[in-house]
């Protein structure tokens, strides 16, 4: 709730400026030692929730969609952005070469960071093709791009929620270009070998009970490498806690998910 003092502040700040005045004294509201968020360089006391609350998050130890203290009071970043974005830093070549990025149901916050390298040619695309959030719609299912079009994909916490998964993953494969990779993530549980899904299980309260989420079609296992395995893709389970002078060091000062693995897939040159 806003005081009369503040109400009356945000009158007299223009519109364009008002953004940059909230993102400092969000910054000053929440300062602190214990961590750092490396989206917006804010120096935090604490993170704040993030996720759902479901038994079956917990009973499947799924990572990636169980409740926990994540997000960042600041720019609002989860901890998924954070370590995705310094993967891309130090383990990829994209902010340092020009490259055809494809980014499906993009993360408001990455966006924002990679739309200022102008050596990238970057599309935004999801189902939901409002303007405001992507470029253009797309169905990830039927892509309408010939083969080897994009140098590289981001595309996370998508294909739990298509119903054709494996069709999504070709199409994903077919059109990056050989040599070419993909950054998948998705919640997965680390006690579940197989993946659960049932057809039959299609309310949001059954979808809720049964994966975490009211709009998920399934809870992915050990099983969804080879799933993408399938589809053609080398994929890499990148353990970023084995490099701790990337990601934030012994103390995790990004808050990122120890559990959290990336599934890094090439397309083979
Ligand atoms: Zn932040």
Redesign the pocket.
């Known amino acids: 709730m806003q005081s009369t003092i503040e109400t009356l502040f945000w009158l007299f700040v223009p519109i364009p400026r008002q953004s940059r005045f909230e993102s400092v004294r969000l910054k000053f509201a929440n300062i602190g030692f214990r961590y750092e ?6 120096r ?1 006391g604490s993170l704040h929730p993030l996720g759902e609350n479901f038994p079956v998050l917990v009973e499947k130890n799924v990572v990636g969609g169980r409740q926990r203290n994540a997000r ?6 989860s901890d998924r952005e ?1 370590l995705i974005y310094r993967f891309l830093l130090y383990q990829t070549d994209l902010f340092s070469r020009p490259t055809k990025l494809l980014h499906v149901a993009p993360e408001k ?1 990455l966006t924002k960071l990679i739309a200022k390298f102008s050596h990238l040619d970057y599309l935004t695309a999801d189902l939901d093709s409002s303007p405001s959030r992507v470029m253009e719609q797309m169905d990830i299912t039927d892509i309408h791009y010939p083969d080897a079009s994009f140098d590289a994909i981001l595309c996370n916490h998508v294909l739990e929620h298509v119903p054709e998964d494996r069709v999504a993953m070709s199409e994903l494969y077919r059109v990056l270009r050989p040599g070419g990779w993909a950054i998948l993530q998705v919640p997965i549980s680390l006690t579940l070998d197989t993946t659960f899904e049932d057809p039959s299980i299609s309310s949001p309260e059954e979808r809720e009970r049964a994966y975490g989420q009211h709009n998920h079609v399934r809870l992915y296992g050990r099983d969804y490498i080879q799933r993408l395995q399938n589809a053609g893709f080398i994929v890499n389970e990148f353990i970023w806690s084995k490099y701790p002078q990337y990601f934030g060091g012994s103390k995790n000062k990004y808050g990122l998910n120890p559990d959290e693995i990336i599934f890094f897939a090439v397309k083979q040159s």
């Open positions: 968020c490396p989206l917006c360089q804010a935090l960042c009071p600041c720019c609002k970043s954070r916050r």
